[in-house]
């Protein structure tokens, strides 16, 4: 079962995915319009990436705590 930390830190790796889809759909879709309010063209590929590699490390260490977790409490258990 997820404890209250559980969900707090999976609800925070949704928003922020979230928001970065968000904003990047809306930097694919309206650049065209509004392209002087954006970040230059550079960015975007390394955000994207940036973004990436950071939602991976924070669900390998949220996965990392949680199998270590369970594994201390089956020992507690025993």
């Given at each position: 079962m997820a404890t209250g930390t559980d969900q707090v830190v999976g609800l925070g790796l949704v928003a922020v995915s979230l928001i970065i889809f968000t904003y990047?759909?809306?930097?694919?879709?309206?650049?065209?319009?509004?392209?002087?309010?954006?970040?230059?063209?550079?960015?975007?590929?390394a955000i994207p990436l940036a973004a990436g590699l950071l939602l991976l490390l924070f669900v390998g260490l949220f996965i990392s705590y949680v199998m270590l977790k369970t594994k201390r409490v089956t020992k507690k258990a025993q």
């Amino acid at each position: 079962m997820a404890t209250g930390t559980d969900q707090v830190v999976g609800l925070g790796l949704v928003a922020v995915s979230l928001i970065i889809f968000t904003y990047y759909t809306a930097w694919v879709i309206l650049l065209h319009v509004i392209h002087k309010y954006f970040l230059p063209r550079a960015y975007a590929v390394a955000i994207p990436l940036a973004a990436g590699l950071l939602l991976l490390l924070f669900v390998g260490l949220f996965i990392s705590y949680v199998m270590l977790k369970t594994k201390r409490v089956t020992k507690k258990a025993q």
